[in-house]
């Protein structure tokens, strides 16, 4: 059983250098693009490793990136009203 | 003055508060009710569920129900805002380790004896039309909500609830926990621990919070063997297997819960990386290594 999952670790280790290198080749051709077109602020903080979501699905990375403004929670030592926990 | 039920639903103990006691039953019956379409329309273990109706889709378009719309665009979101860590299309990795029916069933069997890891198809091919109501999955992908589905519930629990009640709620789903309406004056006490059903003097930490969402992840409770080995459900979607668990436990406090449970299933997913992950994105959050260090993020209280 070690053996053959060993192999099928190996051959995902694979597709995953396979879809890195192909994210690679797909970051290094947008920066060129955006290069040439004069639009390399256009990139913002996404890395080439970042997946550019599909108008598909009706996203964009900036629509995809968590909201801030809520407030952190604060230190209580009273009776909990609940539990958080794994599920 | 509050007042409480709690109740199993959807695989869970779910649980709801409200700061009116006379709005209890009345907050309880909107909750049931809202679990009951959610089921219907997410559940990977009903054979009539919506979710279980696309596996024969074949990669045509289906169309869908809004709630299940709803949901699939919040796994999405989750899979892009976690540049893909987390991932609903691993409905077909899950059931390769064995988790292809409710977990009471998966962890009373043997499991399998051998198992062949299958990644993640991709998040990103996935098609979903909000505007037509219909979502395309290549053939042979399957969906797995759980990551998302549960918190993206207690949200919409929470604010039906309050909308029909007039009062603060809190809605607790196996530990995804959504506040809205007005919390009492200390805030909504919430112990955070390893396991949902601990008691509330389990060994952990008690905040209060008074508007947003709380959600824990944690390796230590769904566990199951396969392959002869012990596996739990958080699972690395490039390879299909669970992930090396650098933190057992995370908790996160976000906008709402369903941004919350994404934030503390990608913290088990990135393992070391989680902590500068959360910061940057100012994330308020508690994570318990495996041997029970503690580390916080995003002005979450020490």
Do not use: M, Y
């Amino acid at each position: 059983v070690n053996a053959q999952e060993q192999a099928q670790r190996r051959v995902a280790a694979n597709r995953i250098a396979l879809r890195r290198l192909t994210f690679a080749l797909a970051g290094i051709a947008a920066a060129a693009t955006a290069v040439f077109a004069g639009l390399a602020s256009a990139t913002g903080n996404h890395s080439s490793s970042s997946p550019v979501v599909s108008d598909g699905n009706g996203f964009s990375n900036g629509a995809s990136s968590f909201p801030g403004g809520n407030d952190a929670p604060s230190f209580s030592s009273g009776t909990p009203d609940s539990v958080s926990g794994g599920s | 003055v509050t007042a409480e039920a709690s109740f199993e639903a959807i695989g869970v103990r779910a649980e709801v508060l409200v700061t009116d006691p006379s709005a209890l039953a009345t907050a309880v019956d909107v909750v049931e009710t809202e679990l009951r379409a959610i089921d219907v329309a997410c559940s990977r273990f009903r054979d009539d569920s919506e979710l279980a109706r696309l596996r024969q889709a074949n990669g045509e378009p289906q169309e869908i129900s809004e709630l299940l719309c709803e949901a699939i665009a919040v796994a999405l979101r989750a899979a892009a805002a976690t540049s893909g860590a987390v991932d609903p299309t691993v409905g077909g990795s899950l059931k390769a380790l064995g988790w292809d029916r409710d977990f009471t069933l998966v962890r009373s069997g043997a499991g399998p004896a051998q198992i062949v890891l299958v990644p993640a198809a991709g998040w990103q091919r996935v098609r979903l039309d909000r505007a037509a109501g219909t979502v395309t999955l290549p053939a042979g992908v399957e969906l797995d909500l759980g990551a998302t589905a549960k918190a993206f519930a207690a949200d919409r629990c929470a604010a039906a609830a309050t909308a029909a009640c007039g009062c603060g709620v809190l809605v607790n789903l196996g530990g995804d926990v959504a506040v809205a309406g007005p919390a009492p004056k200390r805030g909504w006490r919430i112990l955070v621990t390893d396991d949902h059903r601990a008691s509330r003097t389990a060994p952990g930490q008690t905040v209060s919070v008074t508007s947003g969402g709380l959600a824990t992840s944690s390796t230590t409770v769904r566990r199951w063997s396969a392959g002869g080995v012990e596996r739990h459900h958080i699972l690395d979607p490039r390879t299909g297997l669970p992930v090396h668990e650098t933190w057992r436990t995370v908790s996160v406090a976000a906008v709402d819960c369903a941004w919350a449970n994404t934030a503390s299933t990608a913290a088990i997913a990135l393992g070391p990386a989680a902590p500068r992950w959360l910061e940057e994105r100012s994330l308020p959050a508690r994570l318990v290594a495996a041997d029970g260090s503690v580390v916080t993020t995003g002005g979450w209280p020490a």
